[in-house]
């Protein structure tokens, strides 16, 4: 087929196509995916506990993340007992945990993206399920670092609701 250079052979518009919702999902359906909404993330940052450097920096950036608390910037939560120097739980090297409610979510995300600068972050949310939110469902900006899954439980009898005294995430007012 030849096409002139003088012919328009793009199909004709018909406008955009309008949405039609032809779903037979009822409201206890609609309930039910609100409920099981995760409300809850935390942040580890890793550096190598071993390199001054790399855990100044780690410092340097924890110290930040707490004057933006101050400010009002989000209300986010590094880990109360300060950082970790050495392995714990399923994380190898020096970390500390940043906790987040969905309510903070996307502001924190985009300031770790922005600011993170050598260190790998592992973002998980948190449910009964531990095991499943630190391996398949969790994410990572930077290379992710090995964890070790061992003392994780597949199933909690509850979910891990942290800081009710904020009100925010799974302890937030419905």
Known sequence: MQISADSDHRP????PVP????????????QSDYDNEIKEFHFHLYWFQNNKASHESAVKLRDRILELVRQGFFQVVPL???????????HPIGSYEVWCAREDFA???????LNRGPHSILIHPLTREELA???????????????????LSPHLDHTPSQYPELGLGYNAKK
């Open 80 to 90: 109360k007992n300060g950082v970790n120097t050495s392995p714990r739980g399923p």
């Open 12 to 15: 004709a518009a018909s406008g």
């Open 19 to 30: 949405y039609t919702n032809t779903s037979t999902s009822s409201n206890a359906d609609l």
């Open 133 to 151: 939110d630190h391996s398949s469902r969790a994410t990572w900006l930077g290379t992710p670092v090995p964890l070790d899954f061992t003392g």
């Open 107 to 113: 502001r924190c995300y985009s300031w770790f993206v």
